[in-house]
């Protein structure tokens, strides 16, 4: 054995066992060799959360959660936030590499072009009650998508694959800012294809009567970077569920229908929503003492703070923070602000949040600037849903090709009965 292995002594039967270490990372298959008898089952390993359980190998995002970096293929999130655009980073998360010139042109092209959806999709989505969570709208009518292209179950042929992932990079804003729409009682908005990916999708959220709505570019510049931030965050609850589900060999419409499923629940994709709730109740500078106490108490949790991940600030916070400057040049500033950045100076002094490593995350002052945008708190997570889909299809690709991956599918630890005799009804309630 190399030094690059890993011994370990059963007790049970005194016997030692040596387990090569690849990548930082011990193989879980290997452990299943380590059993106490031949029909004993070989030891597992209990990880709920997966908080220490690689799941694939990946070439897409990079983070390293205690120095606060995150990178896409490579290139820091700072960088590609300053100079880069949406759809040029979405080029760079799905091909691995940025693009030529006329790489990227006939991308550009190619998304445009595709950002119509069937005119059932509309029937279907207006079937939606009034009051639907727009983000309910969105994962139904993803998943809708996979009825309209029955040849995306084709996921062998590369050519499909790549006709799929434009389909859906081009379609998510149009549903997104349909399921808008539909919930304020206004007509849907086509797609103007003569303006760029987010010109258009502001377009299509609030044109009205005029011939055409064309919005403050510190504006489309705005969403854009936010977009870019949210675009791939590697293993998180979303992707995971993405890859999950992808792990059937389904169409990549069902396996990112799953994604925004997971990510419309209020520990992930939800908590800006939750921010914002927290700071209207908050109400006030002099209420945050109090808060804090009863978060420190465990009454409730402060909400766009802490992360599974970064234990130093969240890199992706920081840009936002900018952002906020300049879209609240352009709106006016959101009154909350002050109580979000009093909040934040006093959490980051406290011990409780110092010791944890709790620090603001994407989350903490996206709402902010979404709200200034005059977007309902529901309609956040469709946002972060437009933001991510490159990021989900890009980690979809990566699942397809890689010959490690099976179909995912966990150990438990039962916990129940055993050969129980079954006593039917009659008898158990006579
Ligand atoms: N407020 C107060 N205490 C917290 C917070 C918080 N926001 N987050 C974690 N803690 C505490 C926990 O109570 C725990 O304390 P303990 O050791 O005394 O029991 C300790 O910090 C460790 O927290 P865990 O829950 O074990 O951390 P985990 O990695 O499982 O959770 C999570 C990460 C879910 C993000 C958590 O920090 C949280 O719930 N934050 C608030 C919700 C939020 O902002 N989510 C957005 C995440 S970013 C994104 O999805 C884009």
């Not at 952002?323 to 009093?342: H, K, M, S, Y």
Request: hydrophobic share 40%; net charge negative.
């Amino acid at each position: 054995m190399t030094s690059e292995s890993l011994t370990v002594r059963d007790n049970r039967t005194g016997q030692e066992y040596d387990v090569p270490i690849v990548d930082g990372t011990i193989k879980a298959a290997d452990l299943g060799k380590i059993r106490p008898g031949e029909d004993q089952p070989g030891l597992a390993v209990y990880d709920p959360g997966f908080v220490n359980t690689a799941s694939c190998r990946s070439s897409v995002t990079f983070i390293d959660g205690e120095k606060g970096i995150l990178e896409y293929r490579g290139y820091p999130i700072e960088q590609l936030a300053e100079n880069s655009t949406f759809l040029e980073v979405a080029y760079l998360l799905i091909h691995g590499d940025l693009p030529t010139k006329e790489q990227y042109d006939a991308w550009v092209h190619e998304i445009t072009y595709h950002t119509f959806v069937h005119e059932n999709v509309k029937t279907f989505m207006q079937g939606f009650r009034y009051d639907a969570h727009p983000m309910g709208m969105l994962m139904a009518s993803v998943g809708a998508l996979s009825t309209f292209y029955p040849d995306a179950r084709n996921i062998g042929d590369p050519e499909n694959r790549h006709m799929q992932i434009v389909r859906m990079i081009a379609k998510m804003p149009t549903l997104g800012a349909w399921s808008f729409r539909h919930a304020q009682g206004k007509p849907y908005v086509y797609p103007d294809n003569d303006l760029g990916y987010t010109a258009n999708f502001l377009s299509m959220l609030f044109k009205m009567s005029e011939s055409k709505h064309e919005a403050d570019p510190r504006l489309v510049k705005a969403l854009d970077v936010l977009f870019i931030l949210h675009a791939d965050h590697e293993q998180n609850a979303s992707t995971n569920a993405v890859r999950s589900v992808g792990s059937t060999q389904v169409d990549p419409y069902s396996a990112v229908a799953a994604g925004v499923g997971a990510l419309y629940g209020p520990l992930h994709g939800g908590a800006n929503e939750a921010v914002l709730r927290m700071l209207r109740r908050i109400g006030s500078k002099e209420n945050i003492p109090a808060f804090i106490q009863g978060v420190k108490n465990g009454d409730e949790k402060l909400m766009g703070f802490g992360h599974r991940v970064y234990k130093n600030y969240d890199p992706r916070a920081k840009i936002i923070k900018k952002a906020c400057d300049d879209v609240f040049e352009v709106t006016g500033v959101n009154p909350l602000l002050e109580i979000a950045q009093e909040l934040e100076k006093i959490a980051l002094e406290d011990e409780y949040f110092v010791q944890r490593k709790l620090y603001p995350n994407v989350d903490f002052y996206s709402g902010l600037i979404y709200e200034a945008f005059q977007f309902p708190p529901e309609m956040f997570t469709v946002l972060f849903a437009i933001g991510r889909t490159p990021g989900w299809l890009a980690q979809w690709l990566e699942l397809t090709q890689d010959k490690e991956q099976k179909i995912a599918r966990p150990k438990q630890i039962y916990t129940g009965a055993r050969t129980l005799d079954f006593v039917p009804a009659a008898e158990r309630w006579a």
